[in-house]
């Protein structure tokens, strides 16, 4: 009887054992070391060895690029793809004294953002003297920058590479335009 199964190359192996008895073990699993590819006329050991060989070369590229680029002083992620370089720049500072006097407890110290200050993000790292709160409202629009992404909501903004944001302070927003460095 002749049966045949595929290979991990996706050809099939005659398992017919030349009119020998082929016994099956009790779990259903057919030995494969004497079966023979019908392409190639190798075992599956065979094929096995050249699909880890290429899957080595692949991975061992794979980390030489990353290398490289790091040693460029390209930034790039876990997988290769290079990162972007991101511009924060703070383009307006609102201060809603009616909503402080009515509901804020008096505070000292609020905020040091003043307008114009610029930050650079590399390596997806929070500026040195960005606001805690506003970064955390930012990252998720700035590592989609950085990634490659952009055109956020459907054509949102004229320039797709971009984004204008608030930070998350109800009576003293700041607004930053977010935007990729070519």
Known sequence: MVHSIR???????DTSDEGRTHHTPRHGIPRMDRYRCCRHGRNWHTHLQRASILLATILHLHADIINRGAQNGVVTDKMGAIMKRIKITVV??????????????????????????SFIVEELRKPEGMCQS????????VKELAEGGGNFFDGWMKNPHSAMLSCNDGFRPVSFYVEVIE
Do not use: V
């Open 7 to 13: 290979c991990g190359m996706r050809h099939k192996y």
């Open 92 to 117: 307006r500072i609102t201060r809603y004294e009616d909503l402080m006097a009515q509901y804020e407890n008096p505070i000292e110290h609020s905020c040091d953002m003043q307008l114009g200050d």
């Open 134 to 141: 506003a970064w955390e409202t930012l990252y998720p629009f």
